[in-house]
């Protein structure tokens, strides 16, 4: 990996690969940055960063492919804010809010494609 990472996410993308999301190296320095695990090489690349560096956050794989990433801890501040990665385009988006900022918590993706974010 280029970055050395604890408290971070890694989601099996439809194509196999390992997404790694954010995390940190030593707290307090939160990262945003992400890589991409190719299992059939054993390689690692850089991919997008994210729009808000976060650690003990979640991230999903939803049905479409992209993976939402939830809330968080970040620079003392828990977090609301979620994003989408888009592995076709290595680019992430801001999306909407939740209701409250929390951090350490699940999230479900169910059986009508919604996010069940607990805890």
Do not use: F, Q
Request: hydrophobic share 30%; proline share 3%; glycine share 12%.
């Amino acid at each position: 990996m280029s970055d050395a990472r604890y408290l971070h996410t890694a989601s099996v993308l439809s194509n196999g690969k390992v997404l790694v999301t954010a995390g940190s190296y030593g707290l307090p320095t939160n990262l945003n940055s992400a890589e991409l695990y190719d299992p059939s090489t054993g390689t690692w690349t850089n991919t997008g960063s994210m729009n808000n560096a976060r650690v003990s956050h979640t991230g999903s794989v939803l049905s479409n492919g992209k993976v939402l990433v939830t809330g968080g801890y970040s620079n003392g501040i828990n977090l609301n804010s979620a994003e989408l990665y888009d592995p076709s385009t290595g680019i992430w988006t801001s999306t909407g809010n939740m209701t409250i900022a929390r951090n350490s918590h699940t999230a479900s993706v169910l059986s009508n494609g919604k996010v069940l974010v607990t805890g």
